[in-house]
């Protein structure tokens, strides 16, 4: 066989191979963005759930000293079953919607504990509210890195050339988490 021939033969047995290469690097780089996001979005999910636990028995103690306020622990409990159902479902603005609605409720729950000294002194009601804090910190710490990660992967389907090896995945772009514009208002709270 002359040189010709086997550089014939060979440059494109060589493009052929960089070429098969390439695209393996590139869909192994989409799963691994892809397992990112998921695995951030499975991180809230897990805080969320557990915020979900506790807030009936933060709503259960404050009940108890204020019953009257009956009005105030239904929209609580209906704003947490449309959350646990939207996150049950992964819907990410569904979430966010309901996540929303109890953020806007907690500051209400909080205004009537002031209305009992007896209940502000409660332990487990202290005891609650620390670790409620502590979880809504852990929840916004966990809503960035999603959102992040999710942003990493949605420029990635959306890059040349990688967009090519995401149209051949069946890549779909993720919902970044955002705040509804309830959460952004001011907090009004009148006596």
């Not at 010709?4 to 290469?21: D, F, K, N, R, S």
């Not at 979430?95 to 002031?114: D, Q, S, W, Y």
């Not at 069946?170 to 514009?181: H, K, N, P, Y």
Request: proline share 3%; charged share 20%; glycine share 6%.
């Amino acid at each position: 066989m002359e040189p010709a021939e086997i550089a014939m033969i060979a440059i494109p047995a060589v493009l052929v191979l960089i070429g098969v290469i390439w695209f393996f690097s590139i869909w192994n780089r989409l799963v691994s963005l892809e397992e990112n996001a998921d695995q951030a979005w499975s991180n809230i999910d897990v805080l969320l759930n557990q915020r979900y636990d506790m807030i009936p028995n933060l709503v259960n103690i404050v009940k108890g000293y204020a019953d009257h306020e009956r009005e105030i622990f239904d929209q609580f409990a209906q704003a947490r079953n449309t959350a646990a159902g939207a996150l049950a479902q992964g819907d990410v603005k569904g979430v966010a919607a309901a996540e929303g609605m109890l953020a806007g409720m907690i500051p209400r729950i909080n205004m009537v504990a002031e209305q009992y000294p007896d209940l502000k002194a409660n332990q487990n009601f202290l005891g609650l509210q620390n670790q409620l804090v502590g979880l809504e910190n852990q929840i916004a710490d966990r809503r960035e890195f999603y959102n992040a990660a999710s942003t990493n992967f949605n420029k990635a389907i959306k890059m040349i050339p990688s967009n090519i090896v995401a149209g051949i995945k069946g890549c779909t772009e993720r919902q970044l988490w955002t705040v509804s514009a309830q959460v952004r208002e001011n907090v009004q709270i009148t006596f």
